[in-house]
């Protein structure tokens, strides 16, 4: 028998039982649509996080106070070894560098008429903006004045400028914090949270009238930091700027041992990022592929059963002269069939869940065409190996045993 005419025979016996079929199927399907939908998931937080990363600012390291192994422990209070002047001397001294933006922060009640809200104060400096990619979408930014003075002066975050104005302009606006009045003076464009910090819900001053009128100074050394933001001249300069920094801070410290900061870099935290959402895609995909399995399970359970049922259908092609291979071709043929056909239902679910996941979600997954090919092969492979067993059981049936037990 030609392949052609198994392939016929198969459809017709599938779609005689098409409540059966569809329920053999239904465990390849939901594995599938599963396997898919956790890769472009996983594929599509790598993307989101990537993304935040990069709007961190372009070449942008990170100089964060304490020791890399203490912060990782999870210390009970952030070190003080980081101060602005740290800063000063970075931007004066390092050639690598294009920009230094110390930053600190705290929560407190920022209030405006009859309008309050508990949100971030952040300090920090004028190379702010460029350090970290903003821009003002009204009025200007802090200068240098404004830094030398301790000026009582604020930059409202997008979001935070809509909750207390509306639509009014609020440039020229008097709001208090921790009841001190502070005049606006711009508004940052919206740009979104970053690593935790929504600078659009955030009050900008300066981290000179931060330290001298909302926190206090804390530091014996000079004004603390959270830590300082630094802009290397181009991606070539990273790991230049890097070890030069080390360097100035180990002499301003004095340090002859363990360095009391540590340095992050953008592409190490992209490495990290990428790391762990590439493990736990890879792991939400092997769990979800436990359905593929279960699958094949039923479709081999189903094989048998039509096997049993279709007995003397078999005794009866075997007396008029079909071979054990013409049977084991027969319902291999089937049970692949059954495999790529709940694959290929299980993909189009798949896609679409992605595309639901993308409309209601800030993740934008993708859709891997990697994955698809993969699914559907493990798919096709599956049918091929548990349908091995019925095959071979209904290809080593005696005819007239055959016969005679139908």
Avoid: C, W
Wanted: proline content about 3%.
């Amino acid at each position: 028998m030609d392949l052609a005419e198994s392939l016929k025979m198969a459809m017709k016996t599938l779609t005689a039982n098409k409540l059966r079929s569809g329920l053999t199927m239904l465990g390849i399907i939901i594995g599938n649509a599963s396997v898919i939908s956790m890769i472009g998931l996983g594929e599509g937080a790598q993307l989101f996080i990537n993304e935040q990363l990069q709007e961190l600012g372009p070449n942008v390291l990170f100089i964060i106070p304490g020791n890399r192994e203490t912060r990782q422990l999870g210390a009970l209070e952030a070190p003080r070894t980081l101060v602005v002047d740290d800063a000063i001397a970075i931007a004066e001294q390092v050639p690598s560098v294009q920009a230094v933006a110390p930053e600190n922060s705290t929560r407190t009640l920022v209030t405006y008429l009859n309008r309050n809200t508990n949100t971030t104060v952040v300090g920090t400096t004028p190379d702010f903006l460029q350090v970290r990619s903003f821009t003002v979408d009204q009025g200007r930014f802090l200068t240098d004045t404004d830094l030398k003075r301790s000026e009582r002066v604020v930059v409202l975050g997008n979001t935070l400028a809509d909750r207390f104005f509306g639509r009014d302009n609020p440039v020229g606006k008097q709001i208090r914090i921790q009841n001190i009045s502070f005049e606006v003076i711009g508004v940052l464009t919206g740009k979104g949270s970053n690593l935790g910090l929504d600078y659009d819900d955030s009050a900008l001053v300066p981290i000179t009238t931060l330290s001298s009128r909302i926190i206090g100074r804390t530091s014996p050394y000079g004004i603390e930091v959270s830590y300082i933001a630094v802009s290397a001249r181009d991606a070539d300069s990273m790991n230049t700027a890097e070890f030069q920094i080390t360097n100035l801070l180990r002499l301003r410290h004095q340090i002859t041992r363990d360095d009391d900061f540590f340095i992050n870099s953008q592409q190490a935290l992209l490495d990290i990022a990428n790391t762990i959402t590439g493990a736990l895609t890879l792991m939400l995909a092997a769990i979800a592929s436990i359905s593929l399995v279960v699958g094949g399970i039923g479709i081999m359970n189903i094989m048998l059963v039509s096997v049993r049922e279709r007995t003397q259908e078999i005794g009866l092609r075997k007396a008029i002269g079909a071979s054990q291979q013409d049977i084991l071709v027969q319902f291999m043929i089937e049970a692949v069939i059954l495999s790529i056909a709940g694959g290929a239902i299980g993909v189009g679910l798949g896609v679409s869940g992605i595309l639901l996941i993308g409309a209601f979600t800030p993740f934008q997954p993708g859709v891997s065409m990697t994955a698809i090919a993969l699914a559907v092969s493990v798919s096709g492979g599956i049918g091929l190996f548990f349908g091995v067993v019925p095959a071979r059981q209904a290809a080593k049936l005696d005819p007239i045993v055959a016969l005679r037990s139908a």
